[in-house]
């Protein structure tokens, strides 16, 4: 079990390049790249707020958790 991250998702929703996004936000683009290939252990609050306030959506939309999903290690 675990949590799958879609930001891939929302950035095609909204038509937005991840670079765009990662310079709004503040944060580089490979540790944007980690974050929407799940690869990460954790994200900030504010980071999350910042990539929500830019894509205009809720956490939920980014994070899902998914029983099923394999759980890195």
Not at 15 to 42: F, Y
Not at 46 to 59: M, W
């Amino acid at each position: 079990m675990g949590i799958v991250v879609r930001l891939d998702l929302m950035l095609a929703l909204r038509k937005v390049r991840s670079r765009d996004l990662a310079a709004h936000v503040g944060i580089t683009e490979s540790n944007l790249s980690l974050l929407k290939s799940g690869k990460v252990r954790g994200i900030r609050f504010a980071t999350l707020a910042a990539i929500c306030a830019y894509l205009d959506c809720q956490p939920g939309d980014i994070l899902v958790y998914d029983p099923d999903a394999p759980e890195d290690s």
